[in-house]
């Protein structure tokens, strides 16, 4: 199947300052990659949709502000939580759906980026 | 109520066993149904998919959707310790949005 990459695995950082983590398309290209997140023996939910060279679709209770998302390139997005706090601990976790003649494109996922919020 | 239904378990079996895994929706317009893979502190990894109803079946892995009914099945035979994970059953309209289960956690026991 193909493959999506995310970094870091794992972050650990203090209240107050800001992470990034990448989203990798790496043997296609993706228009659209999607961002979710996931807590402890809960399923993933989702919170927005990122299109390449336009905004971010944010789902409803999301904090755009907080949860800074930059599609820059068919094959990369970012997401920045911003003034993170111990309530942002979360695992993040991002898709990308490929290209498919019929819009049925499968949607792969990345390993995840477990966050760690002191 | 949610739109996708699932038990999250947990489901222990042992080695060897047939392992049957289920999800009920209440959204007709879901067309494309979907079955992840989920270790621990991993993401999820896309097993099986189908679209509309119908079986599929993948080695030891089967799905079964009937859309009558608004559920989809997941089959898996001969299970192994390998198999200890949680499964996801996912679903969509003809957009990209998936809706999720809850994940149901088995553990195959040697």
């Known amino acids: 199947g193909a493959v999506v990459s995310q970094h870091p695995s794992w972050v650990i950082c203090k209240s107050g300052t800001s992470v990034k983590i990448e989203c990798r398309s790496l043997d296609f290209q993706a228009t659209t990659m999607f961002w979710y997140r996931q807590f402890p023996k809960q399923s993933l939910m989702l919170m927005a949709t990122?299109?390449?060279?336009?905004?971010?679709?944010?789902e409803q209770g999301v904090e755009k502000d907080k949860f800074l998302i930059n599609h820059a390139s068919l094959t990369l997005s970012t997401l920045t939580v911003t003034s993170a706090h111990p309530e942002d601990s979360s695992f993040y976790i991002c898709?990308?759906?490929?290209?498919?003649?019929?819009?049925?494109?499968?949607?792969?996922f990345g390993e995840g980026s477990r966050l760690t919020v002191l | 109520q949610k739109e996708v239904e699932q038990d999250p378990g947990p489901l222990s079996v042992p080695e060897g066993a047939i392992v049957s895994l289920n999800c009920t929706y209440s959204n007709s317009a879901f067309q494309y149904f979907m079955w992840y893979r989920q270790y621990s502190r991993k993401g999820p990894e896309l097993l099986m998919y189908t679209y509309s109803s119908g079986n599929k079946e993948d080695g030891r892995f089967t799905a079964q959707v009937d859309k009558s009914s608004k559920y989809i099945s997941l089959f898996i035979r001969d299970s192994q310790p390998s198999d200890s994970a949680t499964y996801l059953c996912?679903?969509?309209?003809?957009?990209?949005?998936?809706?999720f289960g809850e994940g149901t956690q088995l553990t195959v026991n040697p």
């Open positions: 898709s990308a759906r490929v290209p498919g003649g019929t819009n049925t494109g499968e949607l792969f």
């Open positions: 990122s299109n390449e060279g336009s905004k971010a679709t944010y």
């Open positions: 996912a679903m969509k309209t003809s957009g990209s949005r998936l809706t």
